[in-house]
Structure formats: structure tokens, C-alpha cells
């Protein structure tokens, strides 16, 4: 299965854009990137997700490369809300069934 | 209604107990997981079940049991467990198995091995 890498932590000042970046240079072409967050003690949560092009919503922005050997999950102003473990994750195709495979994650600290 | 509802939210069990981890939806979805999340670890997954049918295990050992009686619930029957098996249990459900739609996490049952 193809995997991603990820920082183990990053700060952030608040109300500051944030980039948190994920490698993924084994992803196949019906891979799709995914990010998810988690709160202490709570199940992860969706953010975003895509396939080849940039995506934007209410919470974040992707920004996948040219080749999608690597993405970018980007919070445009950071809260103190938004500090959590997020995960990059590849939704990987197995003999046409699919799963959700988790990187490692990144931490994120945000500083008031 | 966006919710995955597990119970119980916490468990403590033997080695010799036999218990059983639940999970419901009722967003109409028809693919339903079991992630095993271990403390300051990324959530490692475990079984996929789609339309009621497992469609993934993990090579998860077999005192670990999963069950999908109907398309809102998810089992997850607990037998002869190890101390290692200690951890937070996530189930989580997506519309189907197409990756272009999100899936929604329930809160987990964290669970301790005595």
C-alpha cells in the first residue's frame, strides 16, 4: 500500500495561515488524499479531501502537486480551535474494494 | 443525523471475558470499518465491511470478531484478548466504498485488557 510522511509537529501563531505538508510519492493515479484531524479523546474528523486538483472549503484549502507526489492542507487563519493531530491519508484501491490508510500525523500547536 | 454512535465508551475486561463492541449509523451508508488506535499512534485499520459483507481483514487475529447484522450496525465481538490489545477502537461509515466521498469517525471505545 502506498503510505504518506508527515512532521511530527508544527506551530502555529494564531489567526496565522498554516501549511502542513504531506509526501505521498507511492500514490497511484485512483488514489485519493484525504485529511482528517483529531481532537484529544475524540474520533478524527473530516477536513478535505482530492484526486489532481486544488480543492477549497468552508475549513481548509489542498493543494496537491503537479505530479501529487506531494499535498499541502493549508487553514488560512489559525485558532486555537484548530490545534489537533492531523492526519494526511490516501484512500488506497485494493481488488476493487478501498481503504484509508493514516499516515502518522502532525501535531499541531497554536499559540495565542 | 451525521453521527457514529459506539458503545460503550470505555470497557475494562479480562483476558478470559468475552465482550462485545458496538457501532450504529443511520446516514443510509453502506460501508462500515473497525480501526484500532494505539496511545499517540496513527488509527491502524482492521476490517471494511460493505453492503453487510466483510470486504477487508487486516490479518487481524481471530479473537478479534466483526459482525454487520444490517446496514446500520457494527459489531465488533472481543474474546481471549492480551493486554496489548489495550487501545482506542474506532468505527467509522461512509456513504460507500467510492473515495470520493468523506467518512465519518465515532468517538471510539477506549478499551483496557486486565
Known amino acids: 500500500d502506498a503510505k504518506t510522511t508527515q512532521p511530527n509537529s508544527m506551530e502555529s501563531n494564531e489567526e496565522e495561515p498554516v501549511h502542513l505538508p504531506c509526501n505521498h510519492s507511492?500514490?497511484?493515479?485512483?488514489?485519493?488524499i484525504h485529511w482528517y484531524r483529531q481532537l484529544p479523546s475524540q474520533g478524527p474528523e473530516y477536513v478535505i479531501h482530492g484526486l489532481t486538483s486544488n480543492v477549497n472549503n468552508r475549513m481548509a484549502s489542498l493543494a496537491i502537486a503537479e505530479d501529487r507526489k506531494s499535498s499541502t492542507l493549508i487553514l488560512h487563519r489559525a485558532t486555537l480551535r484548530d490545534a489537533a493531530v492531523y492526519y494526511c491519508?490516501?484512500?488506497?484501491?485494493?481488488?476493487?474494494?478501498?481503504?484509508?490508510?493514516f499516515g502518522t500525523g502532525t501535531r499541531l500547536k497554536v499559540l495565542a | 443525523d451525521t453521527e457514529v454512535t459506539q458503545t460503550p465508551k470505555h470497557l475494562v475486561m479480562g483476558m478470559t471475558n468475552k465482550k462485545s463492541l458496538k457501532c450504529e449509523q443511520h446516514m443510509g451508508h453502506r460501508a462500515m470499518y473497525w480501526y484500532k488506535q494505539k496511545a499517540k499512534k496513527p488509527p491502524e485499520l482492521m476490517f471494511v465491511?460493505?453492503?453487510?459483507?466483510?470486504?477487508i481483514n487486516e490479518s487481524v487475529p481471530s479473537r478479534f470478531s466483526p459482525e454487520c447484522p444490517n446496514s446500520s450496525l457494527l459489531n465488533l465481538h472481543l474474546h481471549a484478548l492480551q493486554p496489548e490489545d489495550s487501545a482506542l477502537y474506532l468505527c467509522?461509515?461512509?456513504?460507500?466504498?467510492?473515495?470520493?466521498?468523506?467518512?465519518?469517525f465515532g468517538q471510539g471505545t477506549r478499551l483496557t485488557v486486565v
Open positions: 465491511y460493505s453492503y453487510e459483507k466483510l470486504s
Open positions: 491519508i490516501l484512500r488506497v484501491t485494493t481488488s476493487g474494494t478501498y481503504k484509508y490508510i
Open positions: 507511492t500514490i497511484s493515479g485512483t488514489d485519493y
Open positions: 467509522a461509515s461512509s456513504q460507500d466504498l467510492r473515495g470520493n466521498t468523506e467518512a465519518f
